[in-house]
């Protein structure tokens, strides 16, 4: 059976819900295909202790503040899944699950959305499918012959799955940082990261990292000169536990290790590190396999897009994935914006 809908937006996480919101008010219509069973897109899946780098009212979608949650100043995972689950009910946003989307294909004067429950025709699409679906692990040498676990953030829940055991934990980013205070008190932690971890100012959140962004913003919108934003001021957010762990001496970071060896880790002086588990939290990259039909994808994997927009399939909006698609899109509170570009540009174009 094939149903059409003006607009398709495809993932239901918090991306896909801002633009929603925003087609909503425009009063266009539109369908939310979601490949999840319940609310809440990635953040249904992470580490139980993760803690926003934000404080609640710094990490709202359009329309509706993020409730503070009792007792916390940096809300959990939870917490954003119930609130991800009040903001599509409350908005009354047609999100139809599990449905996955395996295909968007040309069709005419059409996008034609091909699922694992049937066919979808519309004048434009939304992709927001994240990335905690694509997990990236970098080549290295002799990673084949590790006997040992191999777990990407992505696999990581709590403690007791590795508790007692010796642990590498891999990434000098909020991912390696968090996890590795996580494991800190109940692992044989090995820390590696590429260069020394650069911890943010103690003082320094999620709200005033998105203050930073906006200055940036203005400064290239006025082209004036880049002020280096974020990422000039460090990368690890100070969470309460990654601060805690950090204070106590336990987050002590080692350079990169050259290989991997069938039971550990070896360096390029000849140290070696046994381990009985290695933990990759080094990133990932856009889910964007579904949208391969339109050959849209650049050597770096991207696709190019003005604004939100493809360049190559001008029916197609990106939303979500990283700065690339709009600056802080793959943030909490820095979705809406662009989201609300995609929406009217759509709507402009549906006339
Ligand atoms: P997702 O949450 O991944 O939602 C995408 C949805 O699309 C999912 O439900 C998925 O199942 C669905 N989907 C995927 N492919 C298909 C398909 N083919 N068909 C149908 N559906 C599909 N941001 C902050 O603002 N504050 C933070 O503190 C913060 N911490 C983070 C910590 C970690 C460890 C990570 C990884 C990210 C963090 N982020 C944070 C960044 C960002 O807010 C999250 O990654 C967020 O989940 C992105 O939302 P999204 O809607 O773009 O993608």
């Known amino acids: ?87 599509e009910k409350r908005y009354e946003l047609p999100v139809e699950r599990p449905v996955r989307v395996l295909g968007v294909h040309r069709d005419g004067r059409l996008l034609r959305v091909e699922t694992d429950s049937g066919t979808w025709q519309a004048a434009a699409v939304i992709s927001a499918a994240g990335t905690w679906w694509r997990p990236f692990l970098p080549a290295t040498a002799g990673r084949g012959d590790f006997g040992g676990r191999q777990l990407h953030t992505v696999d990581h829940r709590r403690p007791r799955d590795v508790a007692g055991r010796r642990v ?17 008190h109940d692992t044989e932690l090995t820390w590696v990261t590429r260069r020394p971890p650069r911890f943010l100012p ?51 970071s080692t350079p990169m290790f050259t290989r991997l060896t069938p039971t550990g880790a070896e360096w390029a002086d000849g140290t070696r590190a046994e381990a009985d ?30 604004g939100t927009r493809a360049v190559g399939e001008p029916r197609l909006h990106l939303l979500g994935y990283g700065d690339w698609t709009g600056p802080a899109s793959a943030t909490l509170i820095g979705v809406g914006r662009p989201a609300r570009e995609a929406a009217r540009d759509i709507a402009a174009s549906l006339g």
């Open 1 to 87: 059976m094939t149903r059409t809908a003006p607009v398709v937006v495809i993932g239901g996480g918090q991306s896909g819900l801002a633009a929603g919101y925003h087609l909503r008010r425009l009063g266009v219509d539109f369908v939310i295909l979601d490949a999840q069973t319940t609310p809440g897109g990635a953040w249904q899946h992470v580490w139980d202790s993760l803690r926003l780098f934000s404080p609640a009212a710094y990490s709202s979608l359009p329309g509706r503040l993020m409730p503070p949650q009792n007792g916390a100043t940096y809300p959990d995972a939870q917490h954003v899944v119930e609130y991800l689950a009040d903001y």
């Open 168 to 184: 590498i934990v891999v990434g000098g980013g909020n991912s390696g940082a968090q996890i590795a205070a996580d494991l800190a």
């Open 202 to 252: 103690d003082d320094i959140n999620g709200r005033a990292l998105f203050d930073v962004a906006t200055a940036r913003r203005r400064a290239l919108d006025e082209g004036r000169t880049d002020t280096g934003g974020v990422a000039s001021l460090g990368d690890i957010v100070a969470v309460p536990p990654v601060r805690e762990a950090r204070d106590r001496g336990l987050l002590r």
């Open 277 to 306: 588990a290695i933990i990759w939290c080094t990133g990932f990259r856009p889910t964007l396999s579904h949208l391969a039909p339109l050959r849209l994808r650049d050597c770096h994997g991207r696709i190019a897009v003005e």
